[in-house]
């Protein structure tokens, strides 16, 4: 089955919007100490315009990263420069056909983007690359979002929920919504449209909607995906804290595990 294409999903405005999005509040700090802590080079998957990856080749870390999205890439490269960085060496590719000549000591996955993985045999295979990708023992850590409780009893589509705001370059406005179209809870997967509209002064000037999903994951299973392609689960976090996920956490679990 065909769900979306994730390169465009994230080209066009999109990458705008990520490219103005620059907020490191919930997770900077967090992938920061995994990544210090384990010493060596770090892999940054789905790396989009950098928002954490520059700031941390900024503080003097050796971060490469990885996107499917060559217009993420591309703002990537134009905002390191602008922050007078050295270039980061960004690598075009699906993480689903990992392939780079380096191993490193963490691969991290932040924003939940594995869930952008949508087949099985293409999760499983992405794990795999992950795995060759990591020195032994180096670390892979990612979030997944908790969607089941978000979703259940809800009806579909959704209203629009405002997004993101953004001030292009050219001095118009940009204004991302999002609705949820569907929830199949049986394939555990969210079809979603996000609306990009450009506003010149407070003329609608331009409009498109694209379609994007994600699958979401229980805890049970990501351990078991996880120990399936030879990890080893070290811990899992609530909510980008340093405490043991549970019910009390409703936003996001932070998975911590090491290749065997
Ligand atoms: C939600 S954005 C997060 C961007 C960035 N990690 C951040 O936190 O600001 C998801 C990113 O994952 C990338 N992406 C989606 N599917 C991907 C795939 N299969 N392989 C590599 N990158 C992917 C998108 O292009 C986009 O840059």
């Given at each position: 089955m065909a769900y979306f294409d994730e390169a465009e999903l994230y080209s066009g405005f999109a990458a705008e919007m990520w490219a103005a999005y620059d907020e490191k509040g919930w997770d900077h700090a967090y992938y920061k100490a995994v990544i210090l802590a384990n010493g060596g080079p770090a892999l940054d998957i789905g790396c989009g315009t950098g928002r954490l990856l520059r700031s941390y080749l900024q503080a003097g870390m050796d971060v490469d990263g990885v996107d499917i999205s060559a217009d993420m890439l591309a703002h990537c490269k134009r905002l390191a420069a602008e922050q007078d960085l050295r270039a980061p060496t960004l690598y075009h590719q699906p993480m689903q056909a990992l392939d780079i000549p380096r191993r490193y000591t963490t691969i991290y996955i932040p924003c939940g983007s594995l869930a952008c993985v949508m087949k099985r045999d293409e999760v499983r295979e992405t794990l795999c690359r992950f795995h060759r990708h990591l020195e032994p023992d180096g670390e892979l850590v990612f979030n997944l979002f908790i969607e089941e409780e978000q979703t259940a009893g809800k009806t579909f589509p959704s209203e629009w929920v405002g997004w993101s705001k953004a001030d292009l370059p050219d001095g118009r406005k940009l204004q991302v919504d999002r609705r949820?179209?569907?929830?199949?809870?049986?394939?555990?997967?969210?079809?979603?449209?996000?609306?990009?509209?450009?506003?010149?002064?407070?003329?609608l000037v331009h409009e498109e909607i694209r379609t994007g999903g994600y699958r979401w994951y229980t805890h049970n299973e990501a351990l078991w995906m996880l120990e399936a392609t030879g990890f080893r689960v070290e811990k899992v976090n609530g909510d980008y804290k340093d405490e043991p996920f549970s019910e009390k956490h409703t936003g996001t679990m932070v998975i911590h595990a090491r290749r065997v």
């Open positions: 949820v179209m569907k929830a199949d809870r049986i394939d555990q997967a969210v079809t979603e449209h996000r609306r990009y509209r450009i506003y010149d002064g407070e003329a």
